[in-house]
C-alpha cells in the first residue's frame, strides 16, 4: 500500500539543480536561489510525502462541505455578527490562496484550521518541478488536480478572475505584494517569485510595505505610481493597524482590489468557526443537510472556544486537547494541552482561546531513527483545490527549522503501481542521522 512508502521509500528526491532552474527560470529571477538557501535553508524538504487517494478525496468533500456552510445567510450572520465592521464590507471576490490544513489522523483526515492569506503556493510550484524518481512506478504517480508545469498558469488566472470578480474589465495594470516589513519576511523570495509571474504575464509587479502606500483623489499609490490590486500578504486581516490605514481607505473606497480580504478571514480563518462547523445542533437548526453534518463532524477535529464555563473540564482533559488563538496565525501562541502550565492557563482562559481535539499527526521516515511529523495543506481557490503540499517538522508546530523538513511534494495514488505490496526501493535514506 502507499502508505508504506512513508517509510520505506528513499527513491526520489529534489534535485538542487532543477530546483535552482525552477527558481530561476525567469532571467530577472537570477540570484534568487542563493537568497533562498542563505534566508531559509530548511524551506524544502529532501523527500516527498504519499497520500492515498481516498484521503484526498475525503479532505475534498470536507472542503466542499465547508464551503457549503460558509455560503448560508445563518452562517454568515452568526459569523459576521461577532466580526469586525470592516468584515461585512464585501468586496465581491473570493480571495486568494486559502490554506486548508490537515492532520492524517487515524480515521482518516482531520481538518485542524483554515487561512486566508497560505504562504508558499508558488514555492510548491517550483518545488513540483524539481523532483527526481529512480523508478518508474513511483514518478508515475499524481501529484495533484493541477499539473506541476500548469500551476503557474492557473495562480495568474486566479488573480484575473479576483479583477473580474470585483467588477473589473481586461487587466490589472500594476499589482503589489504587500507586507509589513517584506525584506525582512521569511518568505520574501516567494514575494519576488510572484513579482516576476505576474510580470511575465504582462502585468507590472512591486513589493512594498504598506507604509509606501498613499489613498489621495481615489487613487492608491506607491512611490512608483498606482496600484490595481493587492495581493494581500499581511497579518494584519482587519487593517486595524495604523500603518494599514491608507490601505484600508482604499479598499472600503474600492479603488483597489483586495485578495485576501478582511471579509473572507472573518467567515474562515477565525478558528471560532470551526466549533460551529463542529457543533450538530447549530447545524441542524441552519437546515444543513444530515449528509453534510456528517461529513464536517467527521473530517474536523471538533473545537469549542475556551471559556469560564467550560474551563474547568477542559483543564481536566487538557492532554487530549491543542489550543489556539482564536484569531492567530502560524502557530503563534499555540499549545498542545500536556505541555501546559497553571500560569499559561490563566492566560488561556482570559484570552480569546479555542480547544481543539488532538489528532496526531502522521509521519513521513527519514532514515534509522529518523522522522518528522506532517500536515497536509490544500490551496484552494473558489472551493477547488488547486494544489497539495506538505510540511515536514519536528516540535510542537510546523517551524522550518528542521534539517530535511520544510515544504514536500505531494504524490498520490492507491497503492505502488503494479505491485500489490510494498515496494522494493533501491534507494538509501537521505537522512542518517539525528
Same mark, same amino acid.
Given at each position: ?89 464585501? %468586496? ?16 482518516? %483526515? ?52 479576483? #479583477? ?58 506607491? %512611490? ?61 437548526? #441552519? ?27 477542559? #483543564? ?28 499559561? #492557563? ?76 510494498? %515496494? ?11
Amino acid at each position: 500500500m502507499i502508505d508504506t512508502l512513508n517509510t520505506d521509500c528513499f527513491c526520489i528526491s529534489l534535485d538542487p539543480e532543477a530546483l535552482r532552474h525552477a527558481i530561476e527560470s525567469d532571467p530577472a529571477a537570477s540570484g534568487l536561489s542563493e537568497l533562498i538557501a542563505g534566508r531559509c535553508p530548511h524551506l524544502f524538504a529532501a523527500l516527498p510525502v504519499f497520500v492515498l487517494r481516498q484521503h484526498v478525496d475525503a479532505m475534498a468533500q470536507v472542503i466542499r462541505a465547508v464551503e457549503e456552510a460558509v455560503a448560508l445567510p445563518a452562517y454568515r450572520e452568526a459569523v459576521l455578527a461577532g466580526a469586525p465592521a470592516i468584515a461585512r464590507h464585501d %468586496p465581491g471576490a473570493a480571495s486568494v490562496f486559502m490554506g486548508y490544513d490537515f492532520h492524517l489522523g487515524a480515521d482518516g %483526515p482531520q481538518l485542524i484550521e483554515i487561512n486566508t492569506n497560505s504562504g508558499g503556493a508558488m514555492l510548491n510550484a517550483v518545488l513540483g518541478r524539481a523532483q527526481r524518481a529512480c523508478c518508474d512506478d513511483v514518478a508515475s504517480l499524481d501529484s495533484g488536480p493541477v499539473p506541476a508545469a500548469e500551476l503557474e498558469r492557473h495562480f495568474v488566472e486566479m488573480f484575473q478572475s479576483e #479583477w473580474r470578480a470585483s467588477g473589473r474589465s481586461g487587466l490589472p495594470a500594476r499589482i503589489a505584494i504587500v507586507d509589513e516589513d517584506p525584506e525582512a519576511q521569511f518568505l520574501y523570495p516567494e514575494f519576488l517569485l510572484f513579482a516576476h509571474l505576474f510580470r511575465r504575464h504582462g502585468i507590472d509587479a512591486v513589493v512594498v510595505s504598506p507604509r509606501e502606500l498613499t489613498f489621495e483623489d481615489g487613487v492608491l499609490r506607491d %512611490p512608483q505610481g498606482p496600484i490595481d490590486l493587492i495581493y494581500n500578504r499581511l497579518t494584519d486581516f482587519s487593517l486595524e493597524a495604523a500603518v494599514n490605514a491608507e490601505l484600508r481607505a482604499a479598499y472600503l473606497a474600492g479603488a483597489v482590489v483586495l485578495t485576501p480580504h478582511p471579509r473572507a478571514h472573518a467567515l474562515y480563518a477565525n478558528k471560532r468557526n470551526l466549533a460551529l462547523l463542529t457543533d450538530a445542533a447549530t447545524l441542524r437548526k #441552519w437546515n444543513v443537510p444530515e449528509a453534510t453534518i456528517e461529513v464536517l463532524l467527521q473530517g474536523i477535529a471538533r473545537t469549542e472556544p475556551v471559556a469560564a464555563d467550560n474551563a474547568e473540564r477542559l #483543564w481536566t482533559t487538557r492532554r487530549k486537547l491543542f489550543f489556539k488563538p482564536a484569531a492567530g496565525y502560524g502557530s503563534k501562541a499555540a499549545y498542545r494541552g500536556e505541555k501546559l502550565t497553571r500560569r499559561v #492557563w490563566a492566560e488561556i482562559v482570559q484570552g480569546d482561546y479555542v480547544a481543539q481535539d488532538l489528532v496526531a499527526p502522521s509521519e513521513r521516515h527519514m532514515g534509522p531513527g529518523r522522522s518528522m511529523k506532517l500536515d497536509i495543506r490544500n490551496y484552494v481557490y473558489a472551493g477547488a483545490v488547486q494544489l497539495l503540499a506538505a510540511r515536514l517538522y519536528q516540535g510542537q508546530t510546523t517551524n522550518f527549522r528542521t534539517e530535511g523538513g520544510g515544504f514536500a511534494p505531494v504524490l498520490i495514488g492507491a497503492r505502488l503501481p503494479g505491485s500489490p505490496s510494498a %515496494p522494493r526501493c533501491a534507494a538509501e535514506p537521505l537522512i542518517t542521522s539525528p
